[in-house]
């Protein structure tokens, strides 16, 4: 029997605009109706998560910044926290210099809950490879910051996480490269193309969700979890049942044990309905 969801939220549970159908509400809606804690999984900052979906009275609890901060949604409190080290932060400054001066990498912070950007890449994302419907979603999301380099600097004991923005081809495969090989005490994840995710290395989507599952006295085989990115696969491991939208990544696909319909096809209704609330799932779909 499910007890949990864990939902990924961009092009997950939320349709290619960023919304919330009414489907995928009513679905969620449906669960906590169940019963069952619905957990928001992301990685985005707790205050860049949309009101669309902690407005729903029944979701509780959020996964936050790649795992890096857990929260209670009913009164803010931050249940767990793991801070980026001094010493990584400064090797990821030194190993990701070179492409920043030349606009070849940008990079994005987030401090207590909140996510700041280099200001030339929040005005212009594209040319970091951003989709054009991810735009303005960036530009409301991000405060902007002229000398993000001093930024870092003066929050460097406070970071929950950094991304670093770099088109894909080869000068991002090597900033991965280098940053595996060279930085310590980190967690490294993308969610899209374009990100390079790092955050404290007991980080994760995957430890959020084991956390809140040891919080909750819940079992790992009564949670499921609904995915579409590289940074969601290790979390559908995890889960008792691991769901992926049909538009997700070869590696989160390969995780699954169920795959749906995409995002924009109400795939976490589809889920919710045919496979955690019936009585027992026969089939990958």
Partial sequence: MIKAIALDLDRTTLNAEGGLSDGNREAIEYAVS??????VASGR????LPDQITGIQGVEYAVTSNGASVYRLSDGVRLRHYKMTRQSVLKILEVTGTESQSREAAYEVFVDGEAYAQAGYVADPVHFGASPKAVSYIRGSRKPVEDIHKFILEHIEELDSMDVVCREGPVKDLIWERIQ????????????RQLIEISYKDSGKHMGIKFLADYLGILPKELAAFGDGDNDAEMLREAGIGIA???ASPKCLQAADYIVPGNDEDGVAYGIYTILCAARPTARI
């Fill in 34 to 39: 169940k019963g069952m804690h619905v957990i």
């Fill in 45 to 48: 900052a707790l205050y860049s």
């Fill in 245 to 247: 939208v049909a538009n």
């Fill in 181 to 192: 090989r060279e930085v310590p005490d980190i967690y490294m994840t993308s969610s899209v």
